[in-house]
């Protein structure tokens, strides 16, 4: 049986029965920017890719993803809704919360989500997620989500002394007492993120809302947020009911809907 074989035997039959297409590759530029480039699938239904290595992995913001050959997971799926959900933009935060609990149930340990997009494992970057909305999707119904996972990184990079927060690295290997297979790795996070796309479908983020907060890693710690023309700086105290950063300053709370987070006990930079 070949990998993609291998893969779709362990996701669940609910979810297996809603991807139209699972490819498996040993190397592409992207895998959102392969799904980007594909066609739509139909409304209520998931495309699915996995790279063993990306050429020209990419984060939010453009940034550059980088995962030597054979050290991490990146997949994406793309998936239509039926229409055009409320606060679309908070489907990360949810995709978030899902992967968390699907590596748990892996066997991790010590995991955290930083607003919005990223996850965490003791205080360094275990992954990211990112969502990006289909250039050809009518009325901006499907999504493409991306995902990137440091599963086994090379010693050089593990324990190499970091720059700022986006350089302080972590992996599943530093998290776990036994990593499980590539299979069973992807077989899970897809499960979860088909999963979870339906119900932020039927019930939006409030249903992830809860979850989200227990996972927060900036709750509690000073903040800084860069904006275009403006600065927030002050204690980040949780998420709105919309996903919102919360951010206590001086002259009051303060919602941030986007901007680049700066923790300064950290010496970070990181969005």
């Not at 980007?36 to 993803?65: E, H, I, M, N």
């Not at 990006?132 to 990184?153: F, K, M, Y």
């Not at 923790?263 to 969005?271: F, I, S």
Request: proline share 4%.
């Amino acid at each position: 049986m070949n990998d993609a074989g291998v893969i779709l035997g362990r996701i669940g039959d609910s979810a297996r029965a809603a991807l139209d297409t699972f490819e498996v590759f040993e190397e592409l530029e992207s895998t959102n920017t392969y799904l980007l480039r594909q066609a739509r699938p139909a409304d209520g239904r998931f495309r699915a890719v996995l790279a063993k290595y990306q050429t020209a992995g990419r984060g939010r913001g453009d940034k550059v993803w980088h995962s030597p050959p054979g050290s991490g997971l990146c997949l994406s799926l793309a998936y239509s809704f039926a229409k055009v959900p409320r606060s679309l933009p908070t489907l990360t935060l949810a995709i978030g919360v899902a992967v968390a609990a699907a590596l748990e149930r892996l066997g991790a340990s010590g995991l955290a989500l930083k607003w919005p997009n990223d996850l965490v494992a003791r205080d360094g970057k275990l992954g990211g997620i990112l969502t990006e909305i289909h250039s050809n999707a009518e009325n901006a119904r499907t999504v493409v989500v991306g995902i990137g996972l440091n599963v086994d990184l090379p010693n050089s990079m593990r324990y190499a002394s970091p720059a700022s927060w986006s350089n302080r690295i972590s992996d599943l290997a530093a998290s776990m007492d036994q990593l499980p297979t590539r299979a069973e790795l992807a077989a899970a996070v897809i499960g979860s993120i088909i999963d979870a796309a339906r119900r932020f479908e039927r019930d939006g983020f409030g249903a992830f809302r809860e979850a989200w907060q227990e996972y927060d890693w900036l709750k509690g710690k000073r903040v800084s947020v860069r904006q275009v023309q403006h600065r927030i700086s002050g204690m980040a105290v949780g998420i709105d009911e919309d996903g919102a950063l919360l951010v206590k300053t001086e002259a009051g709370t303060e919602r941030v809907i986007s901007g680049s987070i700066e923790v300064p006990a950290y010496g970070v930079a990181c969005a």
